[in-house]
């Protein structure tokens, strides 16, 4: 019997099988392991951790009069952004519009480009061909109204849980998103130059809203308004109101 076992355990080929079986069988369990019983825990902690390329403005320069007068300057602001994670419908839906309760809380606002009118009641193109058309693109039934549309994005969105204004907000987000080809390491960009108090509370909030991030973008800013827009190449969109109040300030004064 003990020379059965030691010859057994002399034929090398024998050893080999048994060591590459035994270390086949560690392989699959830590597989199973990670993919399996804690996947999801280490696909969250994953998705959290992970590193993506941004595309950063740099700031422009700073223009001044001979005085040293600033004419043109830059002021940092903060952009919001919407990765795809995996989540399902509804994840995603609670998701988005707890983000949207904390920028409508500090009187920020969604960035979207569904053709909406600002009451949220109808479509904002000028003519029907535009409609038509955009309504083409999207493959909506040409016969479909504005409610019915919303109904349409509600269905495909499954937001039927949500009350009628909320799933609104909801769908000018997703609509952006699906629009701009969102991904896992390209953003879509979902509200612009968000105020201090958002972008606090969604940095303290970023663990549970998932795909959520923040950009710092400069935004050219003119203490001066209208002053010397002839050199720096930029006029203020103002009213008359406005125009006729600076004329008499102490910039055209001078």
């Not at 050893?15 to 199973?32: A, D, E, K, N, W």
């Not at 990765?83 to 949207?100: G, H, P, S």
Request: glycine share 4%.
């Amino acid at each position: 019997m003990i020379e059965k076992v030691s010859n057994f355990f002399s034929n090398r080929n024998i050893i080999l099988g048994i060591i590459t079986v035994l270390i086949g069988c560690i392989y699959i369990i830590t597989l199973f392991n990670i993919q399996v019983i804690n996947g999801k825990a280490y696909r969250e902690k994953s998705e959290k951790k992970m590193l993506r390329n941004e595309t950063i403005a740099a700031a422009r320069g700073t223009i001044t009069d001979r005085n040293g007068v600033i004419l043109a300057t830059n002021k940092l602001s903060f952009d919001l952004l919407l990765y795809r994670v995996k989540l399902t419908n509804a994840e995603q839906n609670t998701n988005i519009f707890n983000t949207i309760n904390i920028l409508e809380a500090n009187g920020d606002k969604i960035y979207s480009t569904f053709p909406i009118n600002d009451e949220n009641t109808d479509f904002n193109f000028e003519n029907e061909a535009a409609t038509i058309k955009w309504k083409g693109e999207m493959k909506i039934k040409n016969e479909y109204t504005f409610d019915q549309t919303i109904d349409y994005y509600i269905d495909k969105y499954e937001l039927s849980g949500y009350q009628r204004k909320y799933a609104i907000k909801i769908i000018l987000v997703r609509y952006e998103a699906s629009l701009m080809g969102y991904s896992l390491f390209k953003p879509a960009t979902i509200s612009k130059d968000i105020s201090e108090k958002s972008l606090a509370q969604l940095e303290e909030q970023k663990f549970k809203l998932y795909g959520i991030d923040t950009i710092s973008v400069p935004k050219r800013y003119y203490p001066e308004g209208l002053l010397a827009a002839h050199t720096i190449g930029y006029v203020s969109k103002i009213s008359s109101e406005e125009f006729t109040k600076m004329k008499e300030s102490r910039i055209y004064a001078k």
